[in-house]
DNA sequence: TTGAAAGCGTTACCAG
DNA sequence: CTGGTAACGCTTTCAA
């Protein structure tokens, strides 16, 4: 820089103002630095800006499980890019950061702790977590993908799970199932409980306690043996809300265990519109998440953030999709 | 640090010793400097040292057509966990950057120039492409997985895919097939000249120009067209080998408007393990990539780079699955 | 084994 | 509108 300012000859400090478009700069002047930028090479050294602003124009976006997310998750891919055109279009880098081990999430955390980013997104991470822990210490401004507990300090994007539970078991009593039971998991989670309450809604006056099954886990393992058990308690039942996509494959492997047929005896619908869905025979009828733009929910939280705003967390409606499995 | 060294009773040279274990510093000062450490709570600040060392101690992973890429190839998951996993051990950040658009090819560009990264992994980048421009113009340290022509000074991760059709080939042959062809596709690159090269190594003296059929492109059309042509230069084929998966699909299509099945009447196989792969009814058989190993082998191309040494490009063998199409 | 001091390349304030 | 100057927080000689 002190090269362009002697060529062009003006100020280090006239340079760094036509840089930056900051304060006054005569046109005269301005010609001369770029001509005198054009011809000595020259690019800005970003550690020297970085450390007098005290900026770096990254945001982090924080990604645990990949093994699970990034091989599996269509989600995923979504996300990212709805994030990356946001933090993008606000001339900042997005740096995405993979926890893949436990040494990934010390290295991440000293990283966000670092001053690397001037906040973070986060994907999918649990509560109880290292990553979050740093983040809240040292008041990055961020936002969750997803909405874990007990992090009231951090916004989040989340999704309507209460208005698509209620559209799915709507439909599926539309279509003449006349028994619908429902698989329900992490009752103890906010997405668990708004799905349980939907089904409910829909239902009304018909909802039968009886008809719901619960496991702690959204897992295939927790479909199979939910399922068994309202097989047990209802023999005819003829419709199924599974709390998630893995939940609704484990519960048409235990059907066809069973002898049932889907969708013909018993019309099954999942959650999440994961890889599982298409993977299910028969695919899934299922609630579609509006990946990209959670993605970009998300990066305007932390955006509004950098602004010296104190955002409010975001819930956005999803749609269903209908496949063969109700 | 100042505050460090204040409570320590050290200077901030000794401070600045002791956290990177360079130099000499006493037993009794470096305790007294930990527990100042802790109790000020102090975190290093890296613009800082990042301006007076030169290095950012991060690695660029520039990731093209997202779209594609992310929400469709399982490989690219693969690669980089892979990469992440050697720089991570070599206590470097990665840092993804998702070009999807023009303007991000700019913005990737500039960053890459920026000096906020010491050297970086491209993934699947065409030859004529701006972030690779910029790459080789500022001689950043860096690797392709894959290998793009007319960039003899950036190394590159490939596969062989000469042994890899010759496997295929073979296994075709030995599975009954009499009449096989191929549908070749960039026969101006390596991959797709080497390709056909394994083939013809193969069949031997068997070898019929005759039935190969090419095209530039490795897309789904191509594998239509092509194998439409084929059909009509040989129709008693009974083995396909495509040089894609893609086109492979397209092969299937077309194999299927004729009225012919697979893999009864012809066994078809594919290459690259993509999404098409298991899409494909019946699901491909065809040539797995080693996608972490690969990702792994970009990264310490790079690394090594950093350490001043210049490394040769690495191919990598393959494996060959085998699912129902032959 | 330690301390002092000289940068690293910017930005931002303040006179002029 | 512009130039000078003081930070920004660290590493790294060089003496002691």
Redesign the interface.
């Known amino acids: 820089m002190h090269d362009v300012a002697a060529h062009a000859g003006v100020s280090r400090g006239t340079v760094s103002r036509a840089l930056n478009g900051t304060g006054y700069v005569s046109a005269e002047a301005r010609a001369r630095i770029e001509a005198a930028i054009a011809e000595v090479g020259y690019?800005?050294?970003?550690?020297?800006r970085?450390?007098v602003m005290?900026k770096?124009w990254?945001i982090g976006?924080v990604v645990h499980e990949?093994?699970q997310l990034?091989?599996e998750d269509?989600n995923?891919?979504?996300i990212?890019?709805g994030t990356?055109?946001v933090v993008?279009e606000a001339d900042h880098?997005?740096?995405?950061?993979?926890v893949?081990s436990d040494?990934?999430a010390a290295?991440v955390s000293s990283?966000l702790?670092?001053?690397?980013v001037d906040g973070a997104v986060l994907v999918s991470a649990r509560s109880h977590d290292q990553v979050a822990d740093a983040v809240e210490e040292i008041r990055l401004p961020a936002a969750f993908v997803g909405h874990p507990e007990g992090r009231p300090a951090i916004p989040y994007v989340g999704i309507d799970n209460r208005a698509a539970a209620r559209t799915l078991t709507t439909r599926l009593r539309d279509t003449g199932r006349r028994r619908i039971g429902m698989l329900a998991s992490a009752l103890d989670r906010d997405s668990g409980a708004d799905r349980l309450a939907g089904f409910r809604d829909a239902l009304g006056p018909r909802f039968d306690e009886h008809l719901v099954v619960a496991d702690p886990l959204y897992s295939y393992h927790a479909g199979v043996s939910t399922m068994t058990e309202l097989l047990r308690r209802a023999p005819d039942v003829d419709g199924v809300f599974a709390a998630s996509d893995a939940v609704a494959a484990g519960a048409i492997e235990a059907l066809r265990s069973a002898g049932r047929t889907v969708p013909d005896d018993v019309g099954v619908v999942g959650f999440d519109d994961s890889a599982w869905a298409l993977r299910c025979n028969p695919p899934l009828s299922t609630v579609h998440q509006p990946a990209a733009e959670m993605g970009r929910a998300a990066a305007r939280l932390v955006l509004e953030q950098l602004e010296g705003r104190t955002p409010e967390s975001v819930t956005l409606p999803t749609d269903v999709v209908w496949r063969d499995s109700a």
């Not at 690019?43 to 020297?48: D, H, K, L, Q, Y």
């Not at 702790?113 to 690397?116: A, K, L, Q, T, V």
């Open positions: 690019v800005r050294n970003n550690a020297a970085n450390l005290r770096t990254a976006f990949p093994h990034f091989l269509p995923i891919g979504g990212l890019l990356n055109a993008a880098q997005l740096v995405v950061l993979v893949d040494d990934d290295r990283y702790r670092g001053g690397f």
